[in-house]
């Protein structure tokens, strides 16, 4: 799997050959376009909303002095930043790149450190690594705040199914899929495509998603919860129906999948907000 999704080209049902080639260039040339629609932009932002009010004062307090200068200086505003690394720091976002994800080599979605996450190159070992450099207040105000943006960030990729895989379609990204008559791709579809699909703005989306029922609080949080929930996500690409039969996206499908898109979010919302305050929190009051 790679990290970025990309939307695949609108080739399906090709009607004759010069249809075909003057297709493919028109995609060429929309593709920049259509890879920033690719949880994108709107599900990393949801999940870092979900969890600012659900922070300790003393948690709250330092996440505002570490992202003082920011441009917006809330987890709203840093939530895609991990995505924005190749354009502001090419060399990190190049080493950071299998950060975003895990393939799970086991088919009953068992997590192996060794085999899916060698040197601790994936969302867990990174999730488990900034979070611990995030804690540690002996380490430079620089340090801990990249690594708050890595955390909001990774938190919500490792909520979104295809993030935690099993890889061998790349998380959904080889996976083609026809959606209202239009080429896609799985991945894309769980990034950005099914929320788009509601209609919905940021804030209403807030709404809708703080209005589903909260998840049990964890406390104190375990120190194996992020490999905890790569195997809750993995096990959702495994639930029947997750592949739609024919690689075609009804509206059938959008009705069973997008709740459980909410309910990824909604826990992933209510895990980020638990991992910052185990972070940055009071700990008498966990």
Not at 37 to 55: N, T, Y
Request: aromatic share 6%; glycine share 8%.
């Amino acid at each position: 799997m790679s990290a970025p999704a990309r939307l695949c080209p609108v080739l399906l049902r090709p009607r004759a050959a010069r249809h075909r080639r003057r297709g493919a260039l028109l995609l060429l040339l929309l593709a920049p376009a259509l890879d920033a629609l690719a949880w994108g932009q709107l599900g990393h932002r949801l999940v870092a909303g979900m969890a600012e009010p659900h922070l300790q004062p003393q948690a709250r307090a330092e996440v505002a002095r570490l992202l003082q200068g920011e441009v917006e200086p809330t987890l709203t505003g840093i939530a895609s930043w991990a995505d924005d690394l190749r354009s502001i720091d090419p060399d990190l976002g190049k080493r950071s790149s299998r950060w975003h994800y895990v393939n799970i080599a086991d088919p009953g979605c068992v997590f192996d450190p060794e085999t899916d996450c060698r040197d601790g190159d994936c969302v867990v070992g990174a999730l488990e690594r900034q979070a611990a450099i995030l804690a540690d207040p002996t380490r430079s105000d620089d340090e801990r705040r990249q690594a708050l943006k890595f955390v909001v960030h990774f938190v919500g990729d490792v909520h979104q199914p295809l993030h935690a895989s099993h890889g061998t379609d790349r998380g959904g990204n080889d996976y083609q899929v026809n959606w209202n008559g239009q080429g896609s791709n799985l991945h894309s579809l769980w990034d950005s495509g099914l929320l788009r699909s509601a209609g919905l703005g940021e804030a209403a989306w807030l709404a809708r998603l703080q209005a589903l029922p909260a998840p049990a609080p964890v406390s104190p949080l375990p120190a194996e919860a992020p490999r905890l929930w790569a195997e809750q996500s993995c096990r959702r690409v495994n639930a029947p129906g997750f592949y739609p039969r024919g690689h075609v996206v009804g509206q059938a499908y959008v009705d069973a999948q997008l709740p459980v898109a909410e309910r990824q979010l909604r826990l992933a919302g209510d895990r980020l907000a638990a991992v910052l305050n185990a972070a940055l929190g009071d700990p008498a009051s966990q």
